[in-house]
């Protein structure tokens, strides 16, 4: 007598391709052969290469501009002549990323008074990121009450014993005359006044101005000079050359030798430039003459 199996299948099941084997090929659509890219890609999401709003052009063009290097020019102009597509076609799907979010584009004015348009290429529209080598910190605000930065003080300069105002202007002339050797050495009037008596100390230990000029001027830097004022100031005082010598006084010179005289009063011999009485005969004579 037959029994019924109730654990039987009641009839043969099929291969479902995607649900008993999902990694076997379709029957029908695109069939992926991929190779893992190392090198020479770039990450683009699906929300831009399957939108569903936009253009087919809208998004190849989104998908090249977020493939190229920062800096790359991607104006209408650039993008026609790399294309076949024209400036038309090619604005209108500028005008779609832009309006999705893709792109955001600002005017701005550049240092040279030129506007310019910026463009900020986004692969996840509404996400915004801050600009590179710029903190997220709010910058601090000075202060109202706190004073401006006061400017640096110039080292201090070698001091004359004497100063006497035509050798201070000696040396102002010194100064101004620097930048037609060298012109980053121009001057304030300020920094002048500064530096004026330590050019003047150099006059007084007997340096001649052009002397003092070669010295400030010989060697300089190949660099620009951020401080002239303070470099001077520096070679003023590290090369200050020693006081002169001690010169002592000349001597008086010696009193004349006179050739010797005879006295007309006494016949003795004396020195004296010319003939006459001895000192002796001219003091016997000066009483009497006196009294009389």
Same mark, same amino acid.
């Given at each position: 007598?037959?029994?019924?199996?109730? =654990?039987?299948? =009641?009839?043969?099941?099929?291969?479902?391709?995607?649900?008993?084997? +999902?990694?076997?090929?379709?029957?029908?659509?695109?069939?992926?052969?991929?190779?893992?890219?190392?090198?020479?890609?770039?990450?683009?999401?699906?929300? !831009?290469?399957?939108?569903?709003?936009?253009?087919?052009?809208?998004?190849?063009?989104?998908?090249?501009?977020?493939?190229?290097?920062?800096?790359?020019?991607?104006?209408?102009?650039?993008?026609?002549?790399?294309? *076949?597509?024209?400036?038309?076609?090619?604005?209108?799907?500028?005008?779609?990323?832009?309006?999705?979010?893709?792109?955001? %584009?600002?005017?701005?004015?550049?240092?040279?008074?030129?506007?310019?348009?910026?463009?900020?290429?986004?692969?996840?529209?509404?996400?915004?990121?801050?600009?590179?080598?710029?903190?997220?910190?709010?910058?601090?605000?000075?202060?109202?009450?706190?004073?401006?930065?006061?400017?640096?003080?110039?080292?201090?300069?070698?001091?004359? $014993?004497?100063? $006497?105002?035509? !050798?201070?202007?000696?040396?102002?002339?010194?100064?101004?005359?620097?930048?037609?050797?060298?012109?980053?050495? !121009?001057?304030?009037?300020?920094?002048?006044?500064?530096?004026?008596?330590?050019?003047?100390?150099?006059?007084?230990?007997?340096?001649?101005?052009?002397?003092?000029?070669?010295?400030?001027?010989?060697? !300089?830097?190949?660099?620009?000079?951020?401080? +002239?004022?303070?470099?001077?100031?520096?070679?003023?005082?590290?090369?200050? *050359?020693?006081?002169?010598?001690?010169? +002592?006084?000349?001597?008086?010179?010696?009193?004349? %030798?006179?050739?010797?005289?005879?006295?007309?009063?006494?016949?003795?011999?004396?020195?004296?430039?010319?003939?006459?009485?001895?000192?002796?005969?001219?003091?016997?004579?000066?009483?009497?003459?006196?009294?009389?």
């Amino acid at each position: 007598m037959d029994s019924e199996n109730p =654990s039987a299948p =009641s009839r043969v099941q099929s291969r479902i391709p995607g649900k008993n084997h +999902p990694h076997a090929r379709p029957n029908s659509g695109v069939v992926h052969d991929n190779v893992r890219l190392t090198e020479n890609f770039t990450v683009i999401g699906n929300d !831009l290469t399957q939108h569903k709003e936009l253009s087919l052009l809208a998004i190849g063009l989104g998908c090249y501009i977020q493939s190229v290097r920062p800096g790359t020019a991607i104006d209408i102009k650039t993008l026609a002549a790399r294309f *076949p597509e024209g400036p038309t076609r090619i604005a209108a799907a500028l005008r779609e990323l832009e309006t999705h979010g893709y792109l955001r %584009r600002t005017r701005l004015r550049a240092p040279t008074g030129r506007i310019v348009t910026r463009t900020v290429s986004c692969n996840r529209p509404g996400h915004r990121t801050t600009t590179p080598g710029t903190t997220t910190r709010p910058a601090r605000r000075p202060a109202p009450d706190k004073p401006p930065p006061r400017k640096r003080r110039l080292p201090a300069v070698p001091q004359p $014993s004497y100063t $006497s105002p035509a !050798l201070l202007q000696t040396a102002v002339d010194v100064l101004a005359g620097l930048r037609r050797h060298d012109p980053r050495l !121009l001057l304030s009037a300020t920094d002048a006044d500064h530096l004026a008596p330590g050019v003047a100390a150099w006059l007084e230990r007997d340096f001649t101005p052009t002397a003092v000029r070669h010295a400030l001027t010989e060697n !300089l830097p190949n660099e620009p000079l951020i401080r +002239p004022a303070a470099f001077l100031a520096h070679r003023l005082a590290a090369q200050l *050359p020693p006081p002169p010598p001690f010169r +002592p006084p000349a001597p008086p010179a010696p009193e004349p %030798r006179h050739p010797f005289q005879i006295c007309d009063g006494c016949d003795r011999a004396f020195r004296a430039p010319a003939p006459g009485r001895c000192r002796d005969c001219r003091e016997l004579r000066q009483p009497a003459s006196t009294a009389a």
